[in-house]
């Protein structure tokens, strides 16, 4: 996995901590969604269409799963 993989399979799983159950703080989340948009935001255009998908459509769970080979 490419270091910006990682860096965005880490950021997924951090906001989705921070959704819960039970839910973060709302700063926590707030942090977590802006890393994630961010680093959507600077995707190169090598992404995988269907990853760019889950991303632009916040389906992080989906997001997840894919860049963790399921």
Known sequence: ????????TQALET???A???PP???????AALRHVDGLTQSLGPDTPP???HFL????YVKALEYLQGG
């Open 19 to 21: 959704i819960g159950p």
């Open 15 to 17: 906001l989705l901590r």
């Open 24 to 30: 973060g703080p709302p700063a926590e989340l707030q």
């Open 56 to 59: 632009q459509r916040r389906s």
């Open 1 to 8: 996995m490419s270091d910006g993989r990682a860096e965005l």
């Open 50 to 52: 269907q990853l760019r």
